[in-house]
């Protein structure tokens, strides 16, 4: 049986929903380490956790509207989703800077409870798969967790 905590964040199949899960989580990972070098180097930026989770945010809609339009023209090219997610990773921490230079948006607490709740839609999401084709799985043509084979 899958581990329920690996599962809201790690790859559960091959389906486009999967890799927005790493997409999110990557730049999530990237901002913790940009948070603790601003911490240890005390430097004078304030939205440091905000900026992240908006750049991770906004890179799963970004991701979407350039990689399923290809996907759909020529299909799944690993080495054209590693681009795709490259370029989109690139494009989210340009917003992600680009709102960490902003003066103070008062909304830097916020930042943990707005993660939560992404973590608990990936949760339902990945159990509880909408009847959608970015969560199916191209390989096995199904969706969420494949409890057949465990």
């Known amino acids: 049986m899958p581990n329920i905590i690996t599962s809201i964040i790690a790859p559960v199949n091959e ?5 927005l899960k790493i997409l999110f989580t990557g730049i ?3 901002g913790v380490i940009q948070k603790i070098i601003v911490i240890k180097n005390k430097l004078d930026i304030s939205n440091v956790c905000i900026s992240n989770f908006i750049g991770a945010f906004l890179s ?7 990689y399923v339009p290809i996907y759909n023209a020529i299909g799944k090219k690993f080495g054209l989703t590693i681009f795709v997610m490259f370029l989109v990773i690139v494009i989210a921490e340009l917003i992600s800077y680009y ?7 008062y909304l830097e607490n916020y930042a943990i409870l707005f993660t939560v709740m992404v973590y608990i839609v990936f949760l339902i999401l990945t159990y509880y798969p909408l009847n959608n084709g970015i ?3 191209p390989i096995s043509n199904k ?3 494949n409890i057949d084979k465990y």
């Not at 799963?60 to 350039?66: G, T």
């Not at 709102?99 to 948006?105: E, P, R, V, W, Y």
Request: glycine share 4%; proline share 4%; hydrophobic share 55%.
């Open 15 to 19: 389906s486009i929903w999967e890799h």
């Open 28 to 30: 999530l990972i990237s």
């Open 60 to 66: 799963m809609p970004i991701f979407l509207i350039i």
């Open 99 to 105: 709102i960490m230079n902003k003066k103070d948006l």
């Open 135 to 137: 969560f199916i799985d």
């Open 143 to 145: 969706s969420g967790i």
